[in-house]
């Protein structure tokens, strides 16, 4: 299967210019922009980065070959393993429609080696009512998770960020991504669904889906 992935880059404003040379380095036309908010605990913002400030969530379709090079480009321009600047993850693209995959060379997009089912990293994406959220990451960080990113149901123009995560999500309902060790994955997603699952209040549900590289995680 010809693979494409979709990169996030999670990072504070002001960085606009310089992924948008990146994209166009690489020749990445299909891209977006949404907001969220970092949350994390005060005595954790050093060491992870992610706190309650206004986050650029950045979303585009790559190649695969092209994965090592983009990410690499992300660190050098903006920094991003250094502490309090964001993160950068890719994950695989199940299927996609032909104008995707005819948008990059066809002759370099071949099948990617096949990598192994135990990936490093997880994105686990929690989707809970609005009042809720503060509950979502206390239990995640109960399990070892170490901060987290806020996406608004209203009012944030996330479209299109829902139309790429696939979802669904209704005005008054937030959306929570926590990258977490792969370790510690089952426990956060426990821990999750005990305070705020579909029989509480919070109504949440969550997945977790394999992040096959990442910087700007420790």
Do not use: W
């Amino acid at each position: 299967m010809k693979k494409l992935k979709l990169l996030f880059t999670i990072c504070n404003d002001g960085h606009e210019e310089e992924l948008k040379g990146i994209y166009r380095k690489y020749n990445i036309s299909l891209k977006t922009v949404t907001y969220g908010f970092g949350t994390a605990s005060p005595s954790i913002l050093d060491y992870f980065g992610l706190v309650e400030t206004k986050k650029n969530i950045n979303l585009a379709v790559i190649p695969h070959y092209f994965e090592e090079q983009i990410l690499q480009q992300i660190n050098k321009c903006l920094n991003i393993n250094s502490p309090g600047t964001g993160i950068a993850f890719t994950i695989s693209i199940s299927s996609t429609n032909k104008f995707l995959v005819d948008s990059f060379d066809n002759k370099e997009l071949e099948e990617e080696k096949t990598m192994s089912d135990e990936r490093k990293f997880h994105l686990i994406i929690t989707i809970v009512l609005e009042g809720h959220l503060n509950k979502v990451m206390d239990a995640a960080k109960r399990a070892g998770a170490q901060g987290g990113t806020v996406i608004r149901g209203r009012g944030l123009g996330n479209k299109e960020a829902v139309k790429m995560f696939g979802f669904e999500i209704e005005p008054g309902r937030e959306l929570v991504l926590n990258i977490v060790n792969s370790e510690i994955k089952n426990k956060v997603m426990e821990e999750i669904t005990k305070d705020v699952g579909i029989k509480t209040p919070g109504k949440g549900v969550c997945i977790a889906i394999p992040v096959d590289n990442a910087i700007g995680i420790n």
